[in-house]
């Protein structure tokens, strides 16, 4: 079974309105998240390493106000899309690990579609 | 240059023959290498890391060249099953959650 929750899988929003995506670790303790972009016929890019208790480490190119991630316990952590535009459209994917020596578990991701 | 790059295909082959897939990767310093399997609108899914003395699962075998900077990825006997899009990924450290991933590559195994 899954290991890596994350909900909502498909959310469809009106310009101008925030979306929060969770990603929840399911048996196991997750210290470090990774929240990952992927537009069509793209590959996946990373945005950010979320930290549990500290502040997330975004990659060049994305937005901390923009995108806002909040790793308050070891088996959740969230990413809040801000005032969202239609080019923010994508499928959004977190992954977890036990540890770094531990394979990655991806979530199912959630398809954001904003109108 | 990409970080990763990839042939995005579509490779489209009959059942059961034999498929390569390559990849190279621009940073020298890259530690740990994967193949992952992404099926269509859904999360990808490790099929298999790779080693540097090669590897194999299957019908699947998994090579790394460091010195040319080339990963591959063979599958024997296609299935239909084995229809997806194939991710080259990269770890530039031990840490294996910062990946970088290749654009994929597209299989369809026809009957």
């Known amino acids: 079974g899954a290991v890596v929750s994350q909900h909502p899988s498909r959310v469809i929003c009106k310009s101008g309105t925030s979306v929060k995506i969770e990603c929840r670790s399911l048996d196991f303790q997750a210290t470090t998240m990774f929240w990952y972009r992927q537009f069509p016929k793209q590959s996946l890019m990373l945005m950010a390493t979320?930290?549990?208790?500290?502040?997330?480490?975004?990659e060049q190119g994305v937005e901390k106000d923009k995108f806002l991630i909040n790793h308050a316990s070891l088996t959740l952590s969230t990413l809040t899309v801000t005032s969202a535009h239609p080019e923010d459209s994508s499928f959004y994917i977190c992954?977890?690990?036990?540890?770094?020596?531990?394979?990655?578990?991806f979530g199912n991701g959630t398809r954001l579609t904003v109108t | 240059r990409k970080e990763v790059e990839q042939d995005p295909g579509p490779f489209n082959v009959p059942e059961g023959a034999t498929v390569a897939f390559n990849c190279t990767y621009s940073n020298s310093a890259s530690q740990s290498f994967f193949w992952y399997r992404q099926d269509c609108r859904k999360e990808p899914k490790l099929l298999m890391s790779v080693y540097s003395s090669g590897n194999e699962d299957g019908r699947f075998t998994a090579q790394l060249n460091r010195a040319s900077q080339y990963i591959s990825l063979l599958i024997r006997d296609s299935k239909l099953s084995d229809s997806a899009t194939y991710l080259c990924v990269v770890a530039l450290s031990s840490n294996t959650g910062k990946l970088i991933f290749g654009q994929g590559t597209t299989l369809q195994v026809k009957p």
């Open positions: 979320s930290n549990e208790g500290s502040k997330a480490t975004y």
């Open positions: 992954s977890a690990t036990r540890d770094p020596n531990s394979p990655l578990h």
